[in-house]
């Protein structure tokens, strides 16, 4: 089946500072990539949907100016947390499309002191 | 690696029937079971869950069963409906609220 990777798998980081999470598809060509974060009882948040070579598309309620995302090809898109805070803290999961498929990638789990 | 396995990508039911959606797992500290619906365009949206210490939970027409010993649990809708035709999800968390993994989805399709 097909992979999605995750890098880095978990960061901890300062308050104030930026982290970028990439999201790789290793085996196939994703035109359109998902990011979630996961909130308590399992809850999973659509943050975004990132398009390979335009502007990423915001789910309501996520700020745009925090949460920088990237799709620079088919097979890599970034999620950038700028300036975060201790409540930025938490599990974000991509997930990479083709055709009608998802595949998830293992996530990332970020702590901010 | 790949710690939560859905070895069907795809699986058709005749509308009435039952559907039966299968997930394996690796990891045996994984104590806490989810299954996720995804419809095109949107995320996941939570469906059914169960913790090891159940090896069944019931909601309307939705059954998840749990086989420890197995490393295997399945979800079970019945009847069948053609709304029900979405990606299913399972994932696997160990405790409540832990990062979760995620299977490869099996697609349902139930015709009318």
């Known amino acids: 089946g097909a992979v999605v990777s995750q890098h880095p798998s978990r960061v901890i980081c300062k308050s104030g500072t930026s982290v970028k999470i990439e999201c790789r598809s290793l085996?196939?060509?994703?035109?359109?990539m998902f990011w979630y974060r996961q909130f308590p009882k399992q809850s999973l948040m659509l943050m975004a949907t990132?398009?390979?070579?335009?502007?990423?598309?915001?789910e309501q309620g996520v700020e745009k100016d925090k949460f920088l995302i990237n799709h620079a090809s088919l097979t890599l898109s970034t999620l950038t947390v700028t300036s975060a805070h201790p409540e930025d803290s938490s599990f974000y999961i991509c997930?990479?499309?083709?055709?009608?498929?998802?595949?998830f990638g293992p996530g990332t789990r970020l702590t901010v002191l | 690696d790949q710690q939560v396995k859905q070895n069907s990508p795809s699986l058709s039911v005749q509308e009435g029937r039952i559907s039966i959606l299968n997930c394996d797992y690796t990891n045996s500290m994984f104590d806490y079971f989810l299954w996720y619906k995804k419809y095109p365009a949107e995320g996941p949206t939570f469906l059914i869950s169960?913790?090891?210490?159940?090896d069944k939970n019931e909601d309307g027409r939705f059954t998840v069963f749990l086989n420890k010993s197995a490393k295997h649990l399945s979800l079970h809708i019945v009847p069948s409906q053609p709304g029900d035709s979405a990606v299913y999800f399972c994932a696997a968390s160990a405790r409540k609220d832990n990062d979760m993994r995620f299977g490869a989805g099996t697609r349902l399709t139930v015709k009318p």
């Open positions: 169960i913790s090891s210490i159940k």
């Open positions: 085996d196939f060509q994703a035109t359109t």
């Open positions: 997930s990479a499309g083709r055709e009608a498929e998802q595949f």
């Open positions: 990132s398009n390979e070579g335009s502007k990423a598309t915001y």
